[in-house]
């Protein structure tokens, strides 16, 4: 019997231990940042239509397997990920094609604001992507250094799929416009 609550308290301590590192790691404020860029051999007016497009997007986001306008400047993302489905409208709350877009969107769990630039440089376009992510869900907070972690890894894996799928597409093709319905 006296192993068993050894076994619990090692446990309790161990559990203590890590929710101490995730509060110091910035867990108790349920606020994240990634931050990337990529450069991408196109002129940004052929980059712009793939972030804001339903069609362009699910080509490069990955988990996205329908993507619709459901109203001016919104779009709504079917994500199956990870064996669950989710749906997350979007708003294209600020525009400035081809060079800038912001992105909203706001669930139970999360509010997510997704910053995109793009700045063109002799015919190719960097572009950045800022996203800060508030989380509402107690526990989500408490993790939102591990979640920030995971997110920033999918992101940057997102936009490589974004430059392979934009330098992939015949000039002449990708040229469509760039402003939402």
């Known amino acids: 019997m006296k192993w068993l609550l050894f ?5 309790f301590v161990l559990l203590a231990i890590g929710v101490i590192a995730l509060l110091l790691s910035g867990g108790a404020s349920g606020r994240s940042r990634n931050e990337m860029a990529i450069r991408i051999s196109r002129p940004a007016a052929e980059v712009f239509p793939w972030l804001i497009q339903p069609e362009l997007r699910k080509k490069w986001i990955l988990f996205v397997t329908d993507s619709k306008f459901t109203g001016e400047k919104r779009v709504r993302d ?21 060079r800038r877009v912001d ?12 910053l995109y630039t793009l700045e063109e440089q ?14 509402k869900v107690w526990f989500a907070k408490l993790m939102s250094p591990l979640v920030s972690r995971d997110s920033q890894k999918t992101w940057e894996e997102h936009i490589a799929h974004l430059k392979k799928a934009v330098e992939a597409t ?4 990708s040229s469509s416009s760039a402003v939402a319905r």
Not at 170 to 173: H, I, M, T
């Open 7 to 11: 076994l619990a308290g090692g446990v």
């Open 78 to 98: 079917t994500i199956v990920q990870r064996g669950q489905t989710l749906e997350l409208e979007y708003e294209f709350a600020g525009m400035e094609p081809p």
């Open 103 to 114: 992105v909203r969107t706001t669930s139970e769990g999360f509010d997510c604001s997704m």
């Open 122 to 135: 002799n015919g190719e376009t960097l572009l950045r992507l800022v996203i800060d992510t508030e989380y």
């Open 170 to 173: 015949p000039v002449a093709s």
